[in-house]
């Protein structure tokens, strides 16, 4: 019975988790592998994926074309008799990552070694719970210098092998540019995996005091809440809330832990503070300085491990009075793995392939397929274990000729499982003349959450190669705190908490009783929302040692209920 007890204890400390989860603090790296131990199994390790590159099809060849088209256009009248016609690039390939299995089976020999437990094994890659990718390619400044430019963003596969379809549109500029590049021996597309993974910290007897009054005080916050931060900025401002008193860390461990214990301080109040912004929501203006923070200031790919979402924005803070945050139980934290690869001197070895390079014009296109594939976010392979039903995802093409192209594709745990992430539809060119207006269609998808009713997400226009599906809600936390002894002073003997909130057209409740006599510790609700509604109803109401009590209502969004707040009368 003692290893029932510790599973069902897993189970409700840890919910979100995956099935045995990671140490995430002590990584050991064995013949360029990092490995993490699993937690309560010392035996068995997982490995972070090495390396990005190409996919290769049964001929042995990179699945990469690049095609130059053109046009005709209409020349104005009086023009000149030789002009430029219409025309572009359009590059598409196949990218995943992996690690070669020789690298694997030689990195589990030196583990064993490493350790000296003859038993151990790598089972296998860590499980990813969500991934982006960022394209890459260069432009000349006005100073002749090369600079990084984000030319493409997306959802990256969670799962090792997996492809992860690129197509990029290019005018005939850019398209001119890119042929020389080519047959450069390095040329200028390179592709970022940025892959996220969860895992367990360790335990510190250790706590975080925030003054959140001094916190608005501070230079940092004022008049910043729709201001765009980096990761860098985001770690010097904590720096500075740690000089300025607002924020107060104590430790009675070692010194040699102080460093672990900052990170995983200045971790809880990331999440607690800021929002992040994926690469694709960044204002052009600001795109020079995330490309800084991915690869520094001199272009180089910046080479740490670990590291979290690398742009946010301050959340606006209403809380007021102190925060006490225990870091005395492991706590799960998320980690970021990037993966770089260039995609190589294809035009050396395959310049004359016209399955790979070609010029084109385009008065055919009949017979012509459009293929749109289905990309699946990693949050969203969990919730079809937990939460997700199934899901119908419909594609919708009008033709110019009037005809309609109907595409669906059903979705559940087991599709997922058989198809591998390859999920593809299709449709035909019906007498579309226009070639872009081709490219548009549109698609809905329609959740079902069992019990918990449906979803439609109503048709949206599209006109990319994929569709990328991510869960229509997010896990919300919401931390109840306060001062218990005060309460106590105040003759109030307990603390009822009711949160109510709507999931899809459903209403929920959820309930927690506080007695003062205990310590406040680990009160929170785990709740489930939707993305574009993550605010909750609450109601408090204080008993007080004479039987009478004290109520207030009210609404949160940023995942915290002050209790020792007494309202009401």
Not at 39 to 61: A, E, F, H, M, V
Not at 68 to 90: D, K, M, N, Y
Not at 518 to 527: G, P, V
Request: hydrophobic share 40%.
């Amino acid at each position: 019975m003692k290893w029932l007890k510790l599973v069902l204890f897993s189970c409700w400390i840890f919910p979100k988790l995956i099935s045995q989860p990671i140490l995430i603090d002590v990584p050991i790296t064995v013949n360029g592998l990092v490995c993490f131990p699993v937690y309560g199994d010392s035996l068995t390790y997982r490995y972070l994926p090495t390396r990005g590159r190409l996919s290769i099809n049964d001929q042995n060849l990179p699945e990469f074309s690049y095609l130059r088209f053109a046009r005709e256009r209409t020349a104005p009248a009086g023009s000149q008799s030789i002009s430029e016609a219409e025309g572009g690039g359009l590059v598409h390939f196949l990218a995943l990552y992996d690690t070669p299995g020789s690298l694997i089976s030689q990195a589990e020999s030196l583990l064993k070694a490493k350790m000296r437990a003859p038993d151990i094994k790598l089972v296998g890659p860590v499980q990813f719970s969500k991934g982006d990718y960022v394209v890459v390619s260069s432009i000349l400044s006005q100073n002749g210098q090369r600079e990084k430019q984000l030319i493409g963003v997306g959802k990256a596969p969670v799962f090792e092998n997996s492809k992860v379809a690129f197509s990029f549109m290019l005018n005939v500029l850019d398209a001119q540019l890119l042929t020389e590049s080519f047959k450069m021996s390095t040329p200028d597309i390179s592709i970022v995996f940025e892959l996220s993974f969860m895992g367990l910290t360790q335990a510190f007897d250790a706590e975080i005091e925030m003054n959140w009054e001094e916190v608005q005080k501070s230079e940092y916050y004022h008049e910043k809440t729709n201001f765009l931060f980096f990761s860098s900025e985001v770690q010097k401002s904590f720096a500075e809330l740690e000089r300025s008193g607002a924020l107060k860390i104590r430790s009675a461990g070692k010194d040699s832990l102080l460093s672990e214990v900052l990170d995983l301080a200045y971790e809880k109040l990331l999440n607690m503070m800021f929002n992040p912004v994926l690469p694709g929501e960044i204002p052009a203006q600001n795109r020079k300085g995330i490309m800084e923070e991915i690869f520094g200031a001199g272009g180089l790919l910046s080479l740490g491990l670990f590291g979290n979402s690398n742009a946010y924005i301050l959340r606006e803070i209403k809380t007021s009075g102190k925060s006490l945050i225990s870091l005395n139980s492991r706590s799960e934290v998320e980690r970021r793995h990037m993966i770089t690869f260039n995609i190589g001197n294809l035009y050396e070895m395959h310049a004359n392939d016209r399955r790979i390079f070609r010029d084109v014009v385009l008065d055919d296109p009949a017979f012509q397929q459009r293929e749109v594939r289905i990309g699946i976010d990693g949050d969203l392979q969990t919730s079809f274990e937990h939460m997700v039903k199934n899901a119908a995802v419909s594609l919708r093409k009008i033709h110019e000729n009037g005809k309609e192209t109907l595409r669906e594709v059903f979705l559940s745990k087991n599709t997922l499982a058989e198809n591998g992430g390859e999920i593809v539809m299709n449709y035909l060119n019906q007498e579309d003349h226009d070639r872009l207006g081709w490219l548009n269609y549109e698609y809905q998808v329609i959740w079902n959450f069992g019990s918990e009713g449906n979803y439609n997400t109503g048709w949206s226009k599209q006109n990319t190669p994929i569709i990328n599906l991510y869960a229509p809600y997010r896990s919300h936390t919401i931390t109840v705190d306060g001062d218990v002894e005060k309460l106590r002073d105040q003759n109030i003997r307990a603390i009822s908490v009711k949160i109510r909130y709507t999931f899809f057209g459903k209403e929920k409740e959820e309930q927690m009783i506080i007695r003062t006599s205990e310590i406040l510790k680990d009160k929170y609700f785990n709740t489930t929302l939707p993305i574009e509604k993550q605010r909750v109803e609450y109601f408090i109401t204080w008993i007080k040692n004479d039987g009478t009590t004290l109520s207030h209502h009210g609404f949160d969004e940023y995942g915290l209920i002050f209790i020792d707040e007494i309202q009401g009368g």
